[in-house]
Structure formats: C-alpha cells, structure tokens
C-alpha cells in the first residue's frame, strides 16, 4: 500500500561512479539488504544490468530504477521508508543517461573505487550532481582489495570536493562489510521529495521502453498531486491525452499498486502505441475539463550529439528498411540521446544518419539494434560535425563528407573541438602528452595532483576523439590513466575530402575529412586494405584515393586471366601472340564497359582504417 509512505518518509537517490567501480554491485546488496531479491544465490550478479550488451562487455549502459522498502531504524519500532534507487552508468559517452536519472533524485551515493582513487568521470559525475544540488553520501567502495587505500581515498574526496572525511563510508560491496551503514546514511543526510500532495498533479517523464505486448511504458517521478488507475492525463508538449492503465512500482519486476503519491518514482502504463508519443523530459498532468495547465517541469537541455555516422540496413531492398525504421523507433524510445534523420547513400540506398554521444555510443547503439531487434545494419565512417564558412559571410554546417562542395569557393573550413581532461599516474605523463601532440592536441594545463598523480587539460580536435584514442590512452598507460571531455569551442582546419575512387567512380559512403598533410598516407592505407579484401574481376580494376583536386594515391587489381595459350603444342610463336592479342582486346573492351561494386561487408573494416 503506497499511502503508508508520505513525502517525508521517501528517499530518491541514484548512484554514480566512474566506470567499474562498484555500482551495480551495491545495488545488487542494497536490493538483498531491504530484501527485494531474496537471499544472493537466488539472482545472478548485476542484476539491474539486464541487456545483453551489459552482461557482454560488463559495463551498464541504461540506468535502472528499483523501489526498497527499508525500516529505520532497525528492529521492531522502526518506521517503513521507501526509497527510490536509480543505478547510472559510468561511462563517459553515457553522462546525458546520467543527468536524467539525478533530475529524478534529491541525494546521490558518490562511489570512489579503495584501489583506483578519484578518476576523471567522478569529477564529472560530482560536478552533475553538484550543479542540481544534491545531497551527496561519500562512499568508498573495494576495500577488500589487496591493493585498497581507503585512508588515502578519504583523503582525495576531502581535497577535492571539499567533504567531511569522518562523514565517509567504507564499504566492500563484494563482501558486505560496511554495508548496514549505507541506507540510513541515505535516510538522514538526502532530503525528502518537497512537492505538494495537494497540488494539482504534475510528473516528471525521465525514461520509457517498448513492451511488445502492453505498448510504451513510461518511468515517471510525481511531482506535486497524486495519480490513480483510471485517472486521465495529458502530456505537456502534445497536449494528447490518455487514460492510466497501470501504474505501480519497479521492485526491481513491475509490481502494480493501482496508483503514486508525491515523490514517488514508478512506472505507468497508459496504452500509448505511438512511440514518438513519449518524449523525455516532458510534463505529464491531469486533464480535467475547465481547470488550466499547471506550468511546466524544467525538462532537459537536449544532448549534443559527438559523432554523425549512417546506418544503413544490410541487403539494401524496401523491407529490410521498413524493418530498421520500426527498430529504429523502438530503441529511440529507450535512448532519448540519439539524433536521427533520413539520408540516401548511391553505394548503400536508403538510411538514416545518427548523432550519437561518442564512440561507445555508437558501437552500443547498433549492437543493441541487432541483439533486441534482430536489424542488420552496416555504420559508415563516424563523421564530426563541420562548420564551412562561405565568402558571402554565410555558414554551413557539414555532417557527411559526401555532403562537402567541390565546385565552391570556401573562405575556412572550422572544425570542433574538446576539452579533454586525462588524469594519470606521473609515470605515463611523457607519453600520453606525446599522444596528444600527435592528435594535433594543444596543452592548456599540467597540474599536480599529489600522491603521484598528474592532470592533464588538452584541446583537442573532436575527430581525433572518433578512432582509437580512447584505446590508445589506456594502453600508454597500462590502463590507470581515466580520460573525460566537454564541449570545446571551433576552430579553424586544414582539412580536404578524401574521396576514394573505384574504377573511376567515386565511393560516396567511404569518403571522409581529412588533415591536408595526412591525406596521402591515409589514402594508401585504405588503399591497401581495400585491395586485400576485394575481389579480383576479370579485367583490371584501378583504385584511387583523391584529395584536393588531385590523385594522391593508386593501387590497381589485376585482372583474372584463363591461359589462352595452353592448347598450342609448339608451332610459330606468331599463333600464340594473335591469341594474346585478341584476349587482350577483349580485357580492354570489357575494362571499358565493366563496373564495380564495393559490397557491404567491407564498410565496417574499412571504417577502422586509420
């Protein structure tokens, strides 16, 4: 029964971290701890990662919500509490997942991993949560670890958040030990909800999924009021109003309670089969005749999107698009940051070009799409959006190089640019800064963070972001160095498109924005790799990569050729020199009819060509 929670007895709180810290495996005790699991052999471990995907790469990707019921204080005069927990990902590319989920919340629990320390995305993470005013719960998790500081960790979250050192706690989520202080630390230092129980009714939409069977579900926070099974709302940004089906709480399964009171987080289910319908952010309200629409939630300041790449559907016929449009849909409901629209490729046919936050992203984003929804999709090169600046003192903004003028004069191409901030142990400082000298990078800070630690800040361009980067800085630096970024200012490039040509045909999908002076070794690498992988014809095939008006490099395929000559047994070499000739002949006139296809298979190795 949800009215035996009044507002001040709920407690919404998320968890966040740096990637691979711990946090879905508190959760996973604080769910035994208030007894929504059952006993911890009965539940496979992160339970609140429930995609493939996660359980795959071992990292969460969605954040989860999930409802406990906790007696403070402990025994038998204790008074049932219930607290709303929201478990977020780590990972950079996912911080927009993030800033949802505390929008949701009024405290958050900061874990910091004993043996790792303060990493670049806690930083990001506590300035998120900072900026919303969140009460905070220190939280030093892994203290079991051999190599574990939990002395030295204390020590760093006071120096740079500025918190009380006696106010943290250590925990091992893996163990259990510390764990029985967690909840009621949650209870007495996060606030309660402060909406108003007999205000008119007013919810906070922060995520929705597809249920094949019962349409979109929508995770929602009361605000002000109180919403039942029957109710009718309306949705602030259409004005559509539906009829309350379900609505209940996640514990962590669907647990229908027939309505939600102020401050509660749960789901609802209102029969909305439109799935464009349910857009993040938005305000839900009662839709009374006569009575005037309470104002607007602030909703989300919408994602800024990192890196355009097409998806295009494998096998190209009408079908297998309308079958990526419908899964298209239903993934875009789940990921409110992807920007999409229509886009035509000669090479490919019919697709859509996406922004996605970053790589990550990106690579998720189309596993997901064939792992939930079965759609075999082929990406084109990520691409970074480009500011083209004309002589009339327009602009315009370039998301695909097919896209780029060749025929127009342009006074400056700018392109974007980040703010990456690396923290890394003193040891790797020479190369990693080596790194970024050689991604055309600039320094704007070195500091010192004690306890052999360095921070880095750099301005690099976003491009450079979209290969291996990431990859290449964990490996400079066995893995310790944590790499974080923000949105930087343009500026001004000297790049070309690099178009590669098959058989005197250009390849629209394969071209991309290059540096001027990497154009040429860049083209020999696709090059090569192309010739690798392609089949041979039964003429000559010349591959070419253009840059700036001119070739910059070549490779030719040779022709498959039958021995024509095998049948002449001895005799004048004039016999066998009319047969060459006349096959000869025929390769030429077939070299000058042929065409070529570059088939879709070979896109995705192509794409890592650097």
Do not use: W
């Amino acid at each position: 029964d949800v009215s035996q929670f009044p507002p001040e007895r709920i407690r919404n709180f998320s968890i966040i971290a740096h990637v691979d810290h711990g946090k879905s495996t508190l959760a996973d005790r604080l769910m035994e701890a208030t007894g929504a699991l059952g006993g911890r052999a009965t539940h496979s471990a992160q339970y609140l990662d429930k995609l493939q995907v996660e359980r795959e790469r071992g990292i969460t990707v969605k954040a989860q919500t999930v409802s406990l019921v906790y007696r403070y204080p402990p025994g038998p005069g204790g008074q049932p509490y219930l607290l709303n927990l929201i478990d977020t990902p780590g990972h950079v590319d996912f911080s927009y997942e993030v800033s949802r989920s505390l929008a949701a919340c009024q405290g958050a629990l900061l874990v910091v991993d004993a043996g790792q320390g303060i990493q670049a995305q806690t930083v990001a993470n506590f300035y998120l949560a900072f900026e919303q005013g969140l009460d905070l719960v220190p939280v030093v998790n892994k203290i079991d670890l051999p190599a574990a500081d939990p002395r030295g960790c204390t020590a760093q979250m006071a120096a740079a958040f500025d918190m009380d050192p006696a106010a943290v706690l250590l925990t091992s989520a893996k163990t259990g030990v510390g764990l029985e202080a967690v909840l009621p630390a949650v209870i007495q230092r996060v606030r309660p909800p402060g909406g108003n129980p007999d205000a008119p009714l007013r919810m906070l939409l922060f995520d929705a999924f597809h249920d094949q069977h019962r349409g979109v579900v929508v995770l929602v926070e009361v605000v002000d009021g109180a919403v039942a099974v029957g109710d009718k709302v309306a949705m602030a940004s259409t004005g559509a109003v539906y009829e309350v089906q379900e609505c209940g709480l996640q514990a962590p399964e669907r647990h229908p309670t027939g309505r939600l009171l102020t401050g509660q987080v749960g789901y609802m289910m209102c029969g909305i089969k439109d799935l464009k319908a349910a857009r993040v952010g938005d305000t839900l309200y009662a839709a009374r005749p006569g009575v005037p629409q309470p104002p607007s939630l602030p909703g989300f300041k919408p994602a800024k999107a990192m890196v355009f790449a097409g998806l295009f559907p494998l096998g190209g016929d009408g079908q297998e698009f309308d079958a990526l449009a419908a899964a298209m849909d239903k993934l875009l409901l789940n990921d409110a940051s992807v920007v999409v629209r229509r886009e035509n490729s000669d090479a490919l046919g019919p697709g859509f070009r996406c922004g996605f936050l970053g790589m990550l992203h990106m690579e998720i984003f189309t596993q997901r799409l064939e792992q939930e929804f079965g759609a075999a999709v082929v990406t084109t090169t990520p691409m970074v959006p480009y500011s083209l600046q004309m002589p009339d003192g327009s602009e315009v903004t370039l998301e695909s190089a097919a896209d780029f003028p060749l025929d127009k004069k342009i006074s400056a191409i700018l392109e974007p640019t980040v703010t990456a901030t690396l923290i890394t142990p003193d040891a790797s400082v020479g190369r990693l800064m080596e790194l970024c000298a050689a991604r055309r990078g600039e320094p704007l800070e070195h500091s010192s963070l004690g306890g052999g630690r360095t921070l880095l800040r750099y301005r690099l361009p976003l491009a450079e972001l979209a290969g291996d980067f990431y990859s290449a800085v964990k490996s400079r630096s066995q893995g310790y160095a944590s790499f974080d970024y923000e949105e930087g200012p343009y500026r001004p490039a000297d790049l070309v498109r690099l178009d590669v040509l098959a058989h005197g045909r250009p390849v629209d999908a394969l071209a991309r924005m290059v540096a001027r002076d990497e154009a040429a070794t860049l083209g020999r690498a696709l090059l090569g790799k192309m010739k690798d992988l392609l089949d041979r014809q039964q003429f000559e095939v010349v591959l070419q990569a253009a840059a700036n008006g001119k070739i910059v490099a070549r490779e030719t395929l040779k022709a498959l050729r039958k021995n024509v000559t095998a049948k002449c047994y001895g005799g004048d070499v004039s016999r066998k020199r009319k047969l060459l000739d006349k096959q000869k002949e025929g390769k030429r006139r077939m070299k000058r009819l042929g065409s070529i296809d570059v088939p879709q298979e070979l896109f995705p190795e192509l794409m890592k060509t650097r």
